[in-house]
C-alpha cells in the first residue's frame, strides 16, 4: 500500500551513541509561571558544567543482537518517585530506550516523559527516527510515519489535546523548511507517581511501500505501544516505515535517563526504575536472553559539577535511577564504568508478554466480536482479552488491546 506524507520543521536531536538535551523537541519552550520561580532559586545560570547530565545503560545479550537482530521487544519504566518534579515547569525526565536497526537504517529512540508543566494526566510519550544520512547524500534512507487509521497526521492534529490518540509526522532538525531528517510518533498518557509502564517494539510488516519526494520508498514498518501494567491500559504510540530495510531486526537496544532542557544539578528529587529490556522474538526465530547491565559516565568534576545522582540495581534485571538534593554526592572524580547486575549463563528471566490481538488466529472474534482489541475503543472495554477462535490453536490465550481515551 501507498502512504502520502507531509514534513515540517521542529527541533530534533541524535547521534549515535550521544544525545544532547534540547527542549524544544521534547517540551515546549515557554516555561509557566512556576518554572519561573524554581529556577530563580538558582544564582548561577544552566550550564553544561552545572546542569544534570543524562546517565545511560547498555545490555548484553546471549546471542548478541547485532548476531541475532530481534523483531519483537519489551522493557519497562517505573516511575517510583517523581513528585518533586511537579514544581519545576516544563523541566522533567525522559525515559527512553535507544534503538537501532543495523547499518545503512534510521535508528533513534522512544519513551515516556514526565514533566511539571501541567496536567500529569497528559503527558508525552515519543517514538522518534532519524534518516540514515540526509536528504541528498547517497544512500539517504528515511524514517517515513504511517498515518491513516488510528493514526492521525500530526500537523493537522494536536496530540495533547487528544489525550491518547497517536500522530506522527516528518520533522526538521538544522535544516531549512524544504528539508527534514526524521520521523516523530506521539501520544499523551498519564505519567503519576508509582506508575508501572510496559513499552513494546516489533516489527509488524516488511516490504512495505510510501511515496516521500516522488520517490516510492520500500521498507519494513515498526510500530510502539506503551502499557500500564496496572489497569491493563494499551495506547499505540506509532509506526514508521524504514526506507531501504527487508526483513530488518534491532541490532541494539540501550537506555537512558534525562532531565528534559537544561535543568540545574539539585533541582529536585526523582527516583525511578527500569526492567529489560527483554528480546520477545528473533528475525531467526532463536531464543535470544537478557544476560547483564552495565554503565559508563564520562563527565569529570571538574569542570562538570553535579555529582548528586545514582544507577545502581538492588535485583534483576531492575536499574535503580536517582538524582537531585538527597542524593548522596558520588564520590572521587565523578565517573564511573560498572556492572550493574548479571543473570548468569542462563540469562534473566523473560515475562510472558500477550500477543497483540491482530496476531490471533481467530482475532475477529477477540473479546468482541469485529476485532474489538485492534479497533479504536470507549474507555469501558479495559482488562485482558483473548484469542477468541474456537476452531485455532491459541483459542484462550492472552492478547493485548489499544485503548484510547
Known amino acids: 500500500m501507498l502512504f502520502s506524507f507531509q514534513y515540517f520543521r521542529i527541533a530534533l536531536i541524535f547521534s549515535v551513541g550521544v544525545f544532547p538535551v534540547y ?76 534503538v537501532g536497526f543495523g547499518s545503512g537504517a534510521p535508528s533513534g529512540y522512544f519513551g515516556p516523559q514526565a514533566t511539571g508543566r501541567g496536567d500529569p494526566d497528559v503527558e508525552q510519550v515519543l517514538f522518534s527516527l532519524w534518516d540514515y544520512k540526509r536528504s541528498g547524500d ?80 520500500t521498507g519494513d514498518i515498526w510500530e510502539v505501544t506503551i502499557h500500564n501494567e496496572d489497569n491493563g491500559h494499551h495506547w499505540l504510540v506509532g509506526r514508521q516505515l524504514l526506507a531501504g530495510t527487508s526483513s530488518s531486526g534491532i541490532t541494539r537496544l540501550n537506555n537512558f535517563y534525562e532531565h528534559i532542557g537544561c535543568t540545574h544539578c539539585d533541582a529536585f528529587d526523582a527516583v525511578t526504575r527500569r526492567a529489560g529490556p527483554w528480546i520477545l522474538e528473533t528475525n531467526s526465530g532463536v531464543a535470544t536472553a537478557l544476560v547483564s547491565a ?15 545522582h545514582m544507577i545502581d540495581s538492588s535485583s534483576t534485571p531492575e536499574l535503580t535511577f536517582s538524582s537531585g538534593p538527597s542524593v548522596p554526592n558520588y564520590g572521587g572524580d565523578g565517573t564511573w564504568d560498572k556492572e550493574l547486575y548479571s543473570c548468569g549463563v542462563d540469562g534473566c528471566l523473560t515475562p510472558d508478554e500477550p500477543k497483540p490481538c491482530s496476531e490471533c488466529q481467530g482475532y475477529q472474534g477477540c473479546a468482541g466480536s469485529g476485532g474489538f482489541c485492534k479497533s479504536p475503543q470507549a474507555t469501558q472495554g479495559r482488562g485482558r482479552f483473548y484469542c477468541a477462535g474456537k476452531n485455532t490453536n491459541d483459542y484462550g490465550e492472552t492478547c493485548a488491546r489499544t485503548l484510547y481515551k
Open 294 to 308: 552495565n554503565s559508563e559516565y564520562g563527565n569529570k568534576n571538574p569542570p562538570y559539577t553535579c555529582t548528586k
Open 23 to 98: 527542549p524544544s523537541l521534547r517540551t515546549r519552550e515557554i516555561a509557566p509561571d512556576n518554572e519561573l520561580e524554581s529556577v530563580q532559586r538558582f544564582t548561577e545560570e544552566c550550564n553544561q558544567q552545572n546542569k544534570q547530565k543524562s546517565i545511560y545503560a547498555s545490555f548484553t545479550y546471549d546471542p548478541p543482537l547485532n548476531e541475532e537482530p530481534a523483531i519483537d521487544a519489551i522493557g519497562d519504566v517505573f516511575w517510583d518517585d517523581i513528585d518533586d518534579l511537579r514544581t519545576y515547569g516544563s523541566r522533567g525526565l525522559f525515559h527512553a530506550f535507544t
Open 138 to 217: 547517497d544512500s539517504w534512507y528515511p524514517a517515513l510515519p504511517v498515518i491513516g487509521e488510528d493514526i492521525q497526521d500530526c500537523s493537522t492534529f494536536d496530540a495533547e489535546l487528544n489525550p491518547g490518540f497517536p500522530c506522527c509526522k516528518r520533522n526538521c532538525n538544522d535544516c531549512g523548511q524544504d528539508q527534514s531528517t526524521g520521523t516523530q510518533c506521539k501520544v499523551y498518557i498519564p505519567a503519576q507517581n508509582g506508575m508501572h509502564l510496559r513499552l513494546r517494539i516489533r516489527r509488524i510488516e516488511t516490504n512495505q511501500q510510501a511515496n516521500y519526494e516522488d520517490t516510492i520508498w
